[in-house]
């Protein structure tokens, strides 16, 4: 009697696991668009919980209520600027990609391609530059002084 309520669990077992293997479908990244897609929506997140950790930083450092909606506004206020500089460099890379893939490579061409996007991941970065001396503009230097040690101990950790 064990033995055939044994044999009924691993007779449906068997079958539940080769129901799974049959209607699963694998997650393949075989089109260039889909692959483009994948890597923007990990970056979004990626950026978006930056956010929010330096957020939460902001408020344990205590700073009020109207600091955190300036300091949005400065970020929100790049956004723009920053989306298209993005687009740009993608744009950039894309040329690169078929000047490479060239039969005849011209040298110039593609280091002159490669000059325009390191200016503008130059600009990026000058950007990003800013908005935090524009935020750090905003604190007191107890709130500077807070956030610093934060940064220390995150330093020390990694």
């Known amino acids: 009697m064990k033995l055939n309520k044994?044999?009924?669990?691993?007779?449906?077992l068997g079958m539940l696991v080769m129901s799974n293997m049959v209607t699963a479908t694998p997650h393949i990244h075989d089109s260039d668009n889909n692959q483009e897609q994948h890597q923007r929506h990990m970056?979004?997140?990626?950026?978006?919980?930056?956010?929010?950790?330096?957020?939460?930083?902001?408020?344990?450092?205590?700073v009020s209520e109207e600091?955190?909606?300036?300091?949005?506004?400065?970020?929100?206020?790049?956004?723009?600027?920053r989306d298209s500089k993005h687009q740009e460099i993608k744009d950039l890379k894309s040329q690169v990609k078929t000047l490479a893939k060239s039969e005849n490579v011209d040298e110039q061409a593609l280091r002159?391609?490669?000059?325009?996007?390191?200016?503008?991941?130059?600009?990026?970065?000058?950007?990003?530059?800013?908005?935090?001396?524009?935020?750090?503009?905003?604190?007191?230097?107890?709130?500077?002084?807070?956030?610093?040690?934060?940064?220390?101990?995150?330093?020390?950790?990694?």
Do not use: F, P, Y
Request: proline letters at 0%; charged letters at 30%.
């Open 67 to 81: 600091q955190l909606a300036e300091i949005k506004l400065i970020h929100e206020s790049g956004k723009a600027l």
């Open 43 to 62: 970056k979004n997140k990626i950026s978006q919980k930056m956010h929010k950790r330096m957020m939460r930083k902001l408020e344990k450092a205590g």
């Open 112 to 158: 002159d391609l490669l000059v325009v996007v390191a200016e503008k991941k130059a600009d990026l970065m000058l950007m990003r530059i800013n908005s935090r001396s524009q935020v750090k503009a905003l604190l007191n230097d107890e709130q500077k002084s807070q956030l610093e040690a934060m940064h220390q101990k995150h330093s020390r950790s990694e």
């Open 6 to 12: 044994l044999t009924t669990v691993l007779v449906s």
